[in-house]
């Protein structure tokens, strides 16, 4: 046993950390050193994510492992979660005047890296290249290219292109269905033809992504909620009470409630608007408040925030993390990460991209008879364009970086918004899309004061509200 003991502890040293002498007691009692080992290492992940002490004690044993909910049985499920990419941490500001253009440049090369290894790359030309060429040599090009502009002439789509080289104006067919369908700023590849009156498409493809093949997981549940508002005079802290009470397992389906083990929040937790009159003071009692009823919820479950447009931080995405200045409660929680926005998380071996939902709006503002679109199909289209806020100079703020941390280079399994105050599930190329309500009691009942349980093994949703 001693020898096991050293073993641990000079493992968990090299990772950094410090063990109690009481932790490995009562991890050692029924457990193999190597199941000690793997349980402290995930232990230390989390805190290590939570910027939290580097001493692992008793009351760490506490999270993700079985403390009893008021009626629910305690079922040990191996938790395995990650914060893969955090685009916050990783971002560098361009400082000078050429910052956009530096994320221009960025975003040009990710998406020529996404199309790299599709047959389609090996023909695309530049398009500078087109000037030598007239309607009398050229037949059918391909180009690619960022819609800078988009507009109806005649019925008729025309189409501003522009990559390193120059700009192309390229004239589409049906005006009305190809604008609704092709976003500014997003990276198209385009088949076209020269005719006396300039450059006709013939085709055109997003950048896309290919079928999504789901991972294998365990059978364990994650909560998916949004815009909750607290603070809001509007706020439905009935229903959000109920929520909290249902998965303390006050509420009865305890074979459900025993398998939530993560709960994602996709931003507004607060309701900045509501209280901006009050300043810090107002903002800091609110997140407080809000803590004390995440404090009713089991510290086996792990709780991810991911801040929103209304929260105490910057609204330029990407965004850093709700200020801890205002959230201390927060972040003193031993089973909370705060995550900036979006964020990219894996739970038990599942891909899930948690994105508050900003670019949205941008999109929605871009289509006819916008008001007809799903939140959903909006969702779609970001995923088509392979960025999450891909129209710059909108209404959505994106600081000038010198690489685009926004372009959605790994393709996740699940991919979560809130923003919209809709609830909608969907799927794309075995993707699983999940729009997420408001907790406002203004909105419309079917969209409101509801969470998205989503099943890690087999991708089955039920909201509960």
């Not at 000690?36 to 009351?59: F, H, Q």
């Not at 079928?211 to 364990?220: G, M, Q, T």
């Not at 509501?274 to 995440?294: I, M, V």
């Not at 201390?328 to 926005?341: D, F, Q």
Request: glycine share 8%; net charge negative; charged share 30%.
């Amino acid at each position: 046993m001693d020898a096991e003991r050293r073993a641990v502890l000079r493992k968990m040293l090299e990772m950094g950390f410090q063990v109690e002498a009481a932790v490995l007691d009562v991890l050692l009692k029924d457990r193999s050193a190597d199941e000690a080992l793997n349980l402290l290492a995930e232990i230390a992940k989390r805190k290590r994510l939570a910027g939290a002490s580097r001493i692992i004690t008793r009351n760490d044993l506490d999270i993700g492992h079985g403390e009893e909910r008021h009626g629910v049985p305690s079922r040990r499920l191996q938790l395995a979660y990650d914060v893969e990419y955090d685009p916050w941490t990783s971002m560098r500001i361009a400082g000078d005047a050429y910052g956009y253009n530096t994320l221009l440049k960025s975003r040009f090369q990710k998406f020529d890296g996404i199309l790299r290894n599709r047959v389609e790359s090996r023909e695309i030309r530049k398009i500078s290249s087109l000037r030598r060429l007239s309607s009398s040599n050229m037949s059918k090009v391909t180009v690619r290219g960022l819609v800078r502009d988009k507009r109806i002439v005649d019925g008729r789509l025309v189409l501003e292109i522009e990559d390193e080289s120059g700009t192309l104006t390229v004239v589409g067919q049906n005006g009305v269905e190809l604008y609704d369908d092709i976003v500014l700023d997003e990276m198209i590849i385009v088949e076209i033809r020269a005719s006396e009156k300039g450059f006709v498409v013939d085709n055109y493809h997003h950048l896309d992504i290919p079928d999504v093949r789901r991972r294998e997981s365990d059978d364990i549940w994650v909560a998916f909620l949004s815009d909750i508002h607290f603070g809001s005079p509007d706020f439905d802290e009935r229903a959000f009470s109920r929520f909290i009470r249902w998965v303390k397992g006050e509420l009865g389906e305890e074979d459900v409630v025993s398998r939530v083990k993560y709960i994602v929040i996709v931003g507004d937790v607060i309701d900045r608007t509501s209280l901006f009159d009050g300043g810090e003071e107002s903002f800091r009692e609110a997140y407080t408040r809000f803590s004390t009823y995440l404090n009713d919820v089991g510290s086996d479950i792990v709780i991810f925030i991911v801040p929103g447009e209304s929260d105490a931080t910057v609204d330029v995405l990407p965004q850093p993390p709700i200020f801890r200045s205002v959230a201390a409660p927060l972040y003193e929680r031993k089973n909370s990460v705060l995550l900036g926005n979006p964020s990219f998380l894996a739970l038990n071996g599942v891909k899930i991209l948690a994105y508050h939902g900003q670019g949205i709006s941008d999109i929605r503002g871009q289509i006819s008879g916008s008001l007809g679109v799903s939140s959903v199909d909006l969702m779609k289209r970001l995923v088509r364009a392979r960025h999450l806020a891909p129209t710059l100079g909108a209404h959505t703020g994106v600081f000038p970086m010198m690489e685009d941390v926004l372009v959605m280079e790994e393709i996740p399994d699940i991919f979560v918004c809130g923003h919209m105050h809709s609830s909608g599930i969907g799927g794309y190329k075995g993707m699983l899309l999940l729009s997420l309500p408001s907790w406002l009691k203004s909105e419309y009942e079917e969209n409101r004061s509801r969470v998205a349980l989503v099943n890690l093994s087999t991708f089955d949703v039920m909201w509960r509200g």
